[in-house]
């Protein structure tokens, strides 16, 4: 089992214990065949949802960027109490929906 092929596993099995209204959920998993060398996880459609690095750029008040924030900490204690850290939190792993709520779109890979 490759490096990629582990690091997909424990992103799948992450989200199998996962229940945390900030992670985006999967809708289902393709695993490899012979006519496709990959395995795909498709996740749930978030929709009119932005990178929250442009989300914050455009707020007239650091209100709802503390909000932001105060939900990417739940999320991220919420992994580690599952065992999970974070390998590569970024604005382009976050989504943020118009109602401001924010979603990890990139899983928690690495065990704590």
Not at 44 to 61: C, F, I, M, Q
Not at 81 to 106: A, I
Request: hydrophobic fraction near 40%; charge should be negative.
């Amino acid at each position: 089992m490759g490096h990629k092929t582990s690091e997909f596993l424990s992103e799948m099995q992450f989200l199998s214990l996962a229940d945390h209204p900030n992670i985006v959920k999967p809708v289902c998993w393709i695993p490899e065949s012979s006519h496709n060398d990959r395995q795909l996880l498709v996740l749930r459609w978030v929709d009119g949802g932005v990178k929250s690095g442009e989300y914050a750029r455009n707020l007239p008040t650091v209100d709802p960027i503390r909000e932001m924030a105060a939900q990417l900490v739940s999320t991220i204690m919420y992994a580690h109490w599952l065992g999970y850290s974070h390998s590569d939190l970024k604005p382009d792993n976050v989504m943020v929906t118009p109602e401001g709520k924010t979603l990890f779109e990139n899983k928690p890979v690495g065990t704590v």
